[in-house]
């Protein structure tokens, strides 16, 4: 990006109002820029205003960077060179936990030639402006969040009762500090249900500051305290300087406990004072540290069973089982997972470059008749592979990856593939039906709801008889 006029002192004023000082710990942020001076001195600077920054230059260092970490906000120099913006631009939206994107625009570019963003900045901007836009860019990421996890995201998707239900409890519970328990099988959903309450919550007034997701089975056991906790240099070999601890980092907002159940018992008794007191001391430290952080913990195993056998203590049981969520497993959602197929093609073509209008009906009755061991996440994948891997205008059978292939049902006679059709055409014309009536008739609200773009609602109208003249205006 060419700036045409002296870049901004990144030295903020001592007269800056106390707002545009916000507190260590806000966020992590990667400022994307080609020129390479630039991007470090504001991310030094922004440093100093408590964030944790990163620079990059390029668009390969920025991807590089994203594969390494995760972070809060992004900020993206929109006229990169070799399509470099549109690149991290799509990886961005690849990312399960979305960040908030600012477009850092010249002043010599048009705004409709800047990417996809959560918010824009003319670059280069004063100091102030840089602060505001960050504000602005989660702020509204938050609240595309809470509209996506209505039910137009990845495991959100759907019209099936059980994942209603679900959606249900999330919106009575999502703006209190209620601890929350989300189980269910491996892959259905329950990562991104956590991060949908979180932004929820913040959108309707709830807890603001950072999500932050702790995989607890993915630390070793002598460092997850460390870990949650923090520690002060000098604790023990290999501290040799003081680390502040993930409920810190999540002090005013969400943390989510992934994989409770692999917690040893010496670390159940300190998540139960946590739980209780919302008090806790930094390893090698005697100083009490005090936070108010909603806490939301995930297990695919059965917490009752391991009480019964003695691995998981009761008391912190019934203290995390306030309110207990369980995610459907993918088989028991019906015709969610066309309706899921059809989400993940839209983004699988993005990534792949391609367009792909659909699934053949022999790919079809493969999606239908396959047991998804998996889940949500692996339908994703077996979507993604078939874009990324087929040739043809649409997903055909051959496709799917070979799980999917042997799990199709082999019909015999002609008649009774065009029964299975048939029987699974009402079901499919009913939700589409459903899905207008409660938007008014409106195609592109309906199409939004059922996760597809408009081009496919007039397509499925047109193959299940649906007469769009009768259908009110829309």
């Known amino acids: 990006m060419q700036h045409l006029v002296t870049p901004p002192s990144i030295t903020p004023s001592s007269s800056a109002p106390d707002w545009a000082h916000p507190p260590a710990h806000e966020g992590r942020l990667l400022i994307i820029d080609d020129d390479r001076r630039m991007a470090s001195q504001t991310a030094q600077w922004l440093c100093r205003q408590g964030y944790h920054a990163s620079a990059a230059a390029t668009a390969t260092e920025a991807l590089?960077?994203?594969a390494r970490e995760a972070f809060d906000v992004c900020l993206v120099d929109a006229a990169l060179p070799d399509s470099g913006s549109q690149r991290i631009e799509r990886a961005l939206r690849q990312q399960a936990d979305r960040p908030a994107v600012v477009a850092l625009v010249s002043r010599q570019e048009h705004a409709d030639d800047a990417i996809v963003a959560d918010a824009s900045l003319t670059w280069p901007a004063a100091d102030v402006a840089i602060l505001d836009s960050i504000t602005d860019a989660r702020r509204e990421r938050a609240r595309a969040g809470c509209s996506e996890t209505s039910g137009q995201t990845d495991a959100f998707v759907g019209a099936d009762p059980t994942i209603r239900r679900v959606l249900d409890v999330v919106a009575r519970v999502a703006h209190t500090s209620a601890t929350i328990l989300i189980t269910g099988e491996t892959g259905t959903g329950k990562s991104r249900l956590a991060r949908a309450i979180h932004d929820m919550g913040h959108a309707a007034g709830g807890p603001q500051g950072r999500f932050v997701d702790v995989a607890c089975g993915a630390v070793n056991e002598n460092l997850?305290?460390?870990?949650?906790?923090?520690?002060?240099?000098?604790?023990?070999?290999?501290?040799?300087?003081?680390?502040?601890?993930?409920?810190?980092?999540?002090?005013?907002?969400?943390?989510?406990?992934?994989?409770?159940?692999?917690?040893?018992?010496?670390?159940?008794?300190?998540?139960?004072r946590v739980l209780q007191e919302q008090r806790f001391e930094p390893v090698g430290s005697s100083t009490t540290c005090q936070v108010e952080t909603r806490v939301v913990l995930a297990t695919h195993e059965n917490l009752a069973e391991l009480v019964t056998e003695g691995r998981f203590r009761e008391d912190l049981f019934w203290r995390i089982?306030?309110?207990?969520?369980?995610?459907?497993?993918?088989?028991?959602?019906?015709?969610?997972?066309?309706?899921?197929?059809?989400?993940?093609?839209?983004?699988a073509q993005q990534l792949a470059g391609r367009r792909v209008d659909g699934f053949s009906e022999a790919a079809r009755e493969a999606l239908l008749a396959h047991d998804w061991p998996g889940n949500v996440r692996e339908l994703e994948h077996a979507v993604r592979r078939a874009v990324l891997l087929g040739r043809g205008?649409?997903?055909?059978?051959?496709?799917?990856?070979?799980t999917l292939q042997s799990a199709a049902v082999a019909l015999p006679a002609e008649s009774e593939a065009a029964s299975l059709k048939n029987a699974l055409e009402v079901p499919e014309r009913q939700l589409i039906l459903d899905a207008l009536a409660r938007h008014g008739w409106c195609r592109h609200a309906a199409a939004r709801e059922l996760g597809i773009n408009r081009t496919s609602l007039y397509k499925k109208f047109k193959r299940l008889g649906i007469d769009v003249a009768t259908l009110g205006p829309g």
């Open 393 to 402: 205008e649409c997903v055909e059978k051959q496709d799917l990856p070979e």
């Open 224 to 272: 997850l305290e460390s870990e949650l906790f923090g520690h002060v240099a000098g604790a023990f070999t290999g501290a040799i300087k003081d680390r502040v601890g993930r409920f810190r980092e999540a002090d005013g907002g969400t943390i989510f406990l992934d994989e409770i159940a692999t917690a040893s018992p010496a670390m159940q008794v300190k998540l139960l």
């Open 64 to 66: 590089s960077a994203l």
């Open 321 to 347: 089982n306030v309110v207990a969520i369980e995610m459907p497993p993918l088989r028991k959602r019906g015709n969610d997972i066309l309706l899921l197929a059809e989400h993940f093609l839209r983004d």
